[in-house]
């Protein structure tokens, strides 16, 4: 399986400003994905990381909040933007490792609190 | 879209008990459907999954069945102990690699 780390692990961010997460992945995946989980909620995706082209957002989500980068088979980057208090949550990646293949690995996640 | 719902949210059982959870989904074109593991403060770790061409698949205590007619799927684990003890997510595959989760069951395991 695919081994997933994820920086920072958590954050305390002012309201307005904006952060950047990393997603790395251990060896080269087809697909990455962004997912958020509020706190004692289930994953909600935000969106598909794809390589070499603009993301897919997912109904909810728009680039200009959370715009992503996938610039090669290994590494994504979330920026959540403009943040408000209701962006906190944990902020996690995930991957699939191979052509055809099913299985989805996690990031350890981003704990991001705006105050 | 795709729909998927969990049950029960909480479930309590004591130290060697069965624990059951269940999960319905929409789309009947899902044709994956993983489990996953969250301890507190952890990742989801998938724990097991079934393809919508076999009916029921093992790995030592844990086991997930699948009945595609009624579209639904269930998580069962024997002799719990209370590692067992974490909130487990059912998920149902949209296409595209996309996963939609169930709402999630915390189990405790009481010793």
């Known amino acids: 399986s695919a081994v997933i780390s994820q920086k920072p692990s958590r954050d305390i961010c002012q309201r307005g400003t904006s952060l950047t997460i990393q997603c790395q992945v251990d060896?080269?995946?087809?697909?990455m994905f962004w997912y958020r989980q509020q706190p004692g909620q289930s994953l909600t995706l935000i969106a598909t990381?794809?390589?070499?082209?603009?993301?897919?957002?997912e109904s909810g989500f728009v680039i200009d909040k959370f715009p992503i980068s996938r610039p090669n088979l290994t590494f994504s980057t979330l920026t959540v933007s403009n943040m408000s208090p209701e962006d906190s949550s944990i902020y996690l990646c995930?991957?699939?490792?191979?052509?055809?293949?099913?299985?989805?690995?996690f990031g350890p996640g981003t704990r991001l609190t705006v105050t | 879209g795709e729909n998927v719902e969990q049950h029960p949210s909480t479930l309590s059982v004591q130290e060697g008990d069965s624990a059951v959870i269940k999960c319905t989904y929409s789309?009947?074109?899902?044709?994956?459907f993983p489990w996953y593991k969250q301890e507190l403060g952890k990742r989801p770790q998938l724990i097991i999954d079934?393809?919508?061409?076999?009916g029921e698949k093992k790995d030592q205590r844990i086991a997930v069945t699948l009945n595609k007619t009624a579209k639904h799927f269930s998580l069962h684990i024997t002799e719990t102990q209370p590692e067992d003890s974490a909130v487990y997510f059912c998920?149902?595959?949209?296409?595209?690699?996309?996963?939609?989760f169930g709402q999630g069951t915390e189990l405790s395991v009481k010793p």
């Open positions: 990381a794809n390589q070499g082209s603009e993301a897919t957002y």
């Open positions: 995930s991957a699939t490792s191979g052509t055809g293949a099913y299985e989805q690995y």
């Open positions: 789309d009947s074109a899902s044709n994956y």
């Open positions: 079934i393809r919508s061409n076999v």
């Open positions: 998920a149902a595959w949209r296409g595209g690699g996309k996963l939609i």
């Open positions: 060896s080269q995946v087809t697909m």
